[in-house]
């Protein structure tokens, strides 16, 4: 009996348990993958495709919990560091049973795929394919389309009935509709509405590039978000945590001009004109509306419901027209019948609340 009961709940636990392998390349992911690839080439960090090739077991797994301590006295870790420019690798705070689990993951994906239950990429979920993005009036609107067909139909009738010029009009107010179903719409809005706006940024920072291929995680620049109102331009000294030695795109044989451009902004720092990079503002609510990211994001509503699929975006654009209206309607959302991820504790509608 008590056989038959563990028997069951160990199947039970299988089945909703990640397997071990998938919790390990998880972690790789949340921990390593900013600045380490297997066989996609050195970032940061060295390419790990093969380290347990070319490195004592006992000392990976060293280096990887006690990180600071290796790069201060270990000889061989010392002359790593000097090969990557000198940028040491973050304490990742891992345990050693964790560091043995992602380096499973590691040697695994160094083979390649690791057969079909266990795929050697893990799927890493992307964040906005469960959201609702806002709607930016990209694509075909279908009913002003059928609109259009519809008025073409009309047109032709009116024409052949020997009306030429109701049917020259017709025609025209046609072709009006049909260019702003395919996409016109998007250029006119209300005075103020600054949706779509995109202006040019003095370095081509690409939040694709970062953010979508490279995954690196939105706190991680603009860590402002959980603990004030603004979310924050990161400030040059982040970025020199990785640029400080990455100075081209992976594969170029030349520095990036982009990128030198702004070390050389960096480089100015402690000089008696020290200089900084003026990032041209995208956002913008007008001063007698109040706006908090902190609440919003400790209630657990992700960035790209307000900000659009931002991981795809090389230039940022803002995706919602930040209007009244747009608040508000999804305050109310946030009560009754709701879609499930806006079914949170509800967004105040009173005056007060965002004009103080
Ligand atoms: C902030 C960037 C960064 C993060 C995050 C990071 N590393 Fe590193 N890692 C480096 C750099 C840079 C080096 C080269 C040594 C140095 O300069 O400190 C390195 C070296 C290594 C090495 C030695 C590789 C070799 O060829 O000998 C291993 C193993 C390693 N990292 C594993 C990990 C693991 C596992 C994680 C995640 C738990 C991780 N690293 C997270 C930047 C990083
Ligand atoms: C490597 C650092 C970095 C990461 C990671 C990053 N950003 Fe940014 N972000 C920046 C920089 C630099 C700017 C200013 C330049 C620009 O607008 O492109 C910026 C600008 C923005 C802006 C517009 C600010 C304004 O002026 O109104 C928004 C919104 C934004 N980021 C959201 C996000 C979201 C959402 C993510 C995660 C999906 C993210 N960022 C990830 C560095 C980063
Ligand atoms: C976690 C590491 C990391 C951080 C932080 C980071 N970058 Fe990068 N960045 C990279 C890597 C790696 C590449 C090369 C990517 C590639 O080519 O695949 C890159 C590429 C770039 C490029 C494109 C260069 C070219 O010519 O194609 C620019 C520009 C750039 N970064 C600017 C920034 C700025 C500005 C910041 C700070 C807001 C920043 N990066 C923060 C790792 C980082
Ligand atoms: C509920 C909607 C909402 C969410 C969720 C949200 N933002 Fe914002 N964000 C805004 C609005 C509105 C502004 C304009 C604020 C202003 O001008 O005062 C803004 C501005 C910004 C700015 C530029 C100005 C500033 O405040 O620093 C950045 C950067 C930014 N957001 C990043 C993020 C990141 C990263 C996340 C996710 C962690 C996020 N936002 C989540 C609505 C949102
Ligand atoms: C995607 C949905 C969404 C959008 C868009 C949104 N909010 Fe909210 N907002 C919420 C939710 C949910 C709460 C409730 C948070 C809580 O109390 O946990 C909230 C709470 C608030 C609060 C109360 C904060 C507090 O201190 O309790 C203010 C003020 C506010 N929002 C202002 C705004 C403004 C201004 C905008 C537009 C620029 C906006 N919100 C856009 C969902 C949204
Ligand atoms: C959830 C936040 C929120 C609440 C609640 C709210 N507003 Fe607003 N209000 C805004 C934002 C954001 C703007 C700026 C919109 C823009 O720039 O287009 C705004 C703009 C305005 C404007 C200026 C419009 C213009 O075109 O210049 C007035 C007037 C106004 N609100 C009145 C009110 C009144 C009255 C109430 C209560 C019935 C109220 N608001 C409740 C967020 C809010």
Request: include cysteine; hydrophobic fraction near 40%; charge should be neutral.
């Amino acid at each position: 009996m008590i056989k038959l009961l563990l028997l069951t709940a160990l199947v039970a636990r299988a089945a909703e348990a990640p397997s071990q392998f998938q919790k390990d390349a998880t972690l790789f992911q949340a921990k390593c993958a900013k600045c380490h690839t297997v066989g996609r080439g050195d970032r940061v960090g060295p390419d790990l495709k093969g380290v347990s090739e070319r490195r004592e077991k006992a000392w990976i797994i060293g280096f990887i919990t006690k990180t600071n301590e290796y790069l201060d006295n270990d000889h061989e870790a010392k002359e790593l560091m000097a090969r990557f420019n000198g940028v040491r690798m973050e304490n990742t705070n891992l345990s050693e049973a964790q560091a043995q689990g992602v380096l499973n993951y590691i040697n695994a994906a160094s083979k390649g795929p690791v057969g079909p239950e266990e795929e050697a990429e893990p799927e890493v979920q992307d964040p906005a394919s469960k959201l609702r993005t806002p709607d930016e009036g990209r694509g075909a609107s279908w009913p002003g389309l059928a609109l259009t067909l519809l008025m073409l139909a009309f047109a032709v009738a009116v024409w052949q009935a020997g009306f030429a010029v109701p049917a020259a009009v017709l025609l025209t107010v046609a072709a009006g509709a049909g260019y702003w179903s395919l996409g016109g719409r998007r250029y006119y809005r209300l005075l103020g509405d600054q949706q779509g706006y995109a202006p040019a940024q003095p370095i081509a920072y690409s939040h694709a590039q970062h953010a979508g291929k490279m995954k690196i995680d939105c706190l991680y620049c603009h860590y402002g978000a959980t603990r004030s109102d603004v979310a924050g331009v990161p400030p040059l000294s982040v970025c020199m945590n990785c640029h400080g030695a990455v100075r081209k795109p992976t594969g170029a044989s030349e520095p990036s001009a982009e990128i030198a451009k702004f070390i050389s902004v960096w480089e100015t720092r402690l000089s008696s004109a020290p200089q900084s990079i003026q990032w041209n503002k995208v956002h913008d609510l007008p001063d007698y509306a109040h706006f908090s990211h902190r609440v919003h994001v400790a209630d657990n509503i992700k960035c790209q419901e307000c900000h659009g699929p931002v991981q795809e975006m090389s230039v940022m654009r803002q995706a919602s027209s930040l209007s009244m209206g747009w608040c508000i309607e999804c305050h109310r959302k946030t009560k009754s019948d709701a879609p499930t991820h806006w079914k949170r504790s509800g967004g105040p509608l009173d005056c007060a609340a965002c004009h103080w």
